[in-house]
């Protein structure tokens, strides 16, 4: 009773606070000092320990708990690529740190407009080389990321698997963003975060000159074949339902060990609330367990 009262609290307060100001209308720098302030409510578990550093040239921070040796989460915030930080996933991170046993390594990659496609990208893949070059083995690092941070660790999967580098060991997708040309958005009955306006303007500030059927701006539309294991999780009351059921379409498609998690009346990215909604602690949990089973040793 008291975890429905919660969802409850916590939905209507992301209808409240955080929908009205992913709002096209509202400036993009202003929307950025103001959802800075929102995730304030998203809370690390006590121990995790925050640390600024650079990872192959771009600004990030490590993020630990306990005495992790286990590998090392490549994990890439969202946002819609145009908010969005190291900082305001630090619950997230704390809390995947936790669950996982790993480093969680978040740069903070370059946004549009200021930066559009394919810095995010780029950046993306040169803090995968910088763990490389820190010691960490291909076998020892998993990809993971929500909302456009979601794709974003697809499109990097299949660079890497075009340019024939090794890959991370695992996927994991919390809500992606996966189709910014939002011709197959799905209309739930409630949706408490996103509104489609907003993500249409995000995806051609990020696409640029680029169409946004670029595998590497929307990986639905990519041969998704030999990339690692896959997690995806998603609610059921977030227009990006569709991406993630179609992520998971395409990437069995092109025979991808994927798991697609749907978790119903739960809203975009609702791991944000790990810590203090069971059902986000226990989709944290399975995150978690997802990356341990597939690094190495």
Request: aromatic share 6%; glycine share 8%; charged share 20%.
């Amino acid at each position: 009773m008291l975890q429905q009262l919660l969802e409850s609290a916590l939905r209507q307060t992301m209808n409240r606070l955080v929908r009205p100001v992913l709002n096209p209308a509202v400036p993009v720098p202003l929307q950025r000092r103001i959802l800075r302030q929102a995730y304030r409510s998203s809370t690390p578990p006590r121990g995790a320990r925050f640390e600024n550093a650079t990872v192959g040239g771009v600004p990030a921070t490590r993020t630990t708990f306990g005495e992790n040796s286990h590998g090392a989460v490549l994990y890439l915030h969202g946002g819609g690529y145009i908010i969005g930080s190291s900082s305001t996933h630090r619950g997230i991170a704390g809390h995947l740190t936790k669950t996982s046993g790993c480093t969680i390594v978040t740069p903070d990659y370059r946004l549009a407009p200021e930066c559009p496609f394919p810095a995010a990208l780029d950046d993306a893949e040169a803090c995968w080389n910088g763990l490389l070059k820190e010691g960490f083995k291909p076998e020892q690092i998993a990809v993971a990321g929500d909302s456009a941070g979601g794709g974003l660790a697809v499109a990097l999967a299949m660079r890497l698997r075009d340019k024939g580098q090794p890959l991370p060991t695992s996927l994991t997708a919390f809500s992606p963003w996966a189709d910014l040309t939002q011709e197959q958005l799905y209309a739930p009955e409630c949706e408490p975060v996103l509104q489609a306006s907003w993500t249409s303007k995000a995806a051609h500030l990020y696409a640029g000159q680029e169409s946004l059927t670029n595998p590497l701006i929307s990986p639905v539309f990519g041969d998704l074949s030999g990339l690692p294991p896959m997690l995806i999780q998603v609610g059921s009351q977030e227009i990006l339902l569709s991406d993630a059921e179609r992520l998971a379409e395409a990437a069995n498609r092109h025979d991808v060990e994927t798991r697609l998690e749907i978790y119903n009346s739960l809203w975009h990215v609702f791991q944000v609330h790990s810590g203090q909604l069971d059902r986000a602690t226990a989709a944290m949990e399975t995150a978690g367990e997802h990356i341990k089973r597939h690094l190495a040793g």
